[in-house]
């Protein structure tokens, strides 16, 4: 129903192909007391914390249109594995996606539930995320500072125990049309303890392990598409020589969303500490039209910015697509894995990345 009522409202000229709510996300505030305004519409902005009561219920926004997911990635030294557990309104997925770094073998696994079908618990603060057909699960702490895990797909299964690490998570909600919303929470996690299960071989995750996750509920457009890229490693600062860890997660809405919104998603952790770059952009190029395959190098940066930007190369080497189209929903995600190298400039300081392991993505999502 909401990609209906999207394609119907751009047809007559409702939807703007790119929303100007005159948010500066930008710019980090206090957060409001209440998420939800009482004419049902979402309070935008980058907050320092998360609102005291995320009252979603009180959204004006369809019902259909509400999503929830909890998607973490863990980088170790032979494997790079995804999580996933979404409650997408008509649909449920839970996933798991092992990528042999060496050779570029993946395995994955998913699990997807339609209408009546779709079990998925989510707490109403998304703390707890829980699939009963599966057994899997992924909870967060009171404090925010832990998140357990154990999801499990076919023969795949991914279990531990993570805190997270590099300083505050980046807390954003964003305001959509119609009185629709999201409310992200993105930030980095270090695994303490945790087992990878590939059918009847079973590894176990070391201990310092780095990785990231994406916490996201919301009334959700009905015509998603974007590009994301996520990696946790170190870099050395150009001018002490000092190594440090550092965090860039970096999403931007493509021009096929329905309405765009420049929500300036551009998140650099280094050490205890959170930085946005006011801009970011994608380049590349997609050589086969039919698989999405993208060899050349991707381009990530900030241009005309002044002393805070994004000076990245990732460098793809492994990709997979998944693409799904059914009366429900239309869903088509790549996935591209590869290294990410340059630099980045903030709080004053130029940091150039020793190569990290990275995801990137260009995805489209209609429901």
Request: with cysteine.
């Amino acid at each position: 129903m909401p990609r209906l009522i999207d394609k119907l409202d751009a047809a007559a000229g409702r939807t703007p192909e790119l929303l100007d709510t005159g948010v500066d996300y930008g710019v980090q505030r206090a957060p409001p007391e209440r998420l939800i305004r009482p004419d049902g519409t979402y309070v935008a902005g980058w907050f320092d914390a998360v609102p005291p009561v995320l009252n979603l219920d009180d959204s004006s926004a369809f019902d259909l249109a509400f999503q929830r997911w909890f998607h973490l990635s863990f980088e170790t030294q032979t494997h790079f594995l995804v999580l996933n557990i979404a409650h997408l309104g008509k649909a449920g997925n839970t996933a798991v996606l092992v990528c042999d770094k060496e050779t570029g073998a993946f395995e994955h696994a998913s699990l997807t539930q339609v209408l009546g079908s779709n079990d998925i618990h989510v707490g109403p603060r998304a703390e707890h995320f829980h699939d009963p057909d599966s057994g899997s699960f992924i909870r967060v702490s009171d404090d925010d500072e832990v998140v357990q895990f154990s999801v499990h797909a076919e023969g795949l299964a991914v279990m531990g125990v993570a805190r997270r690490v590099l300083g505050p998570p980046l807390i954003q909600a964003t305001a959509f049309h119609r009185g629709r919303g999201s409310f992200q929470r993105y930030g980095n996690l270090a695994i303490e303890h945790g087992t990878l299960a590939l059918g009847d071989r079973i590894l176990p995750l070391p201990a310092g392990s780095l990785g990231s996750f994406d916490r996201t509920m919301g009334h959700q457009r009905g015509e998603q598409a974007w590009n994301w890229v996520a990696a946790v490693g170190h870099g050395v600062d150009e001018d002490t020589g000092e190594r440090v860890r550092l965090g860039i997660q970096v999403a931007r809405d493509r021009s096929l969303a329905r309405p765009v919104v420049i929500a300036q998603k551009y998140a650099v952790w280094t050490e205890d500490a959170l930085f946005k770059v006011p801009e970011a952009v994608f380049d590349y190029t997609i050589d086969d039209p039919e698989t999405r395959a993208s060899e050349s190098p991707w381009r990530i940066t900030s241009p005309g910015c002044g002393d805070s930007w994004l000076d990245l190369t990732f460098h793809p080497r492994f990709h997979r697509r998944e693409h799904r189209f059914l009366w429900l929903m239309k869903a088509d995600f790549s996935q591209y894995y590869g290294d990410l190298t340059g630099r980045v400039r903030v709080g004053g300081r130029t940091t150039r990345l020793e190569p990290m392991f990275a995801v990137a993505e260009e995805s489209l999502l209609e429901l």
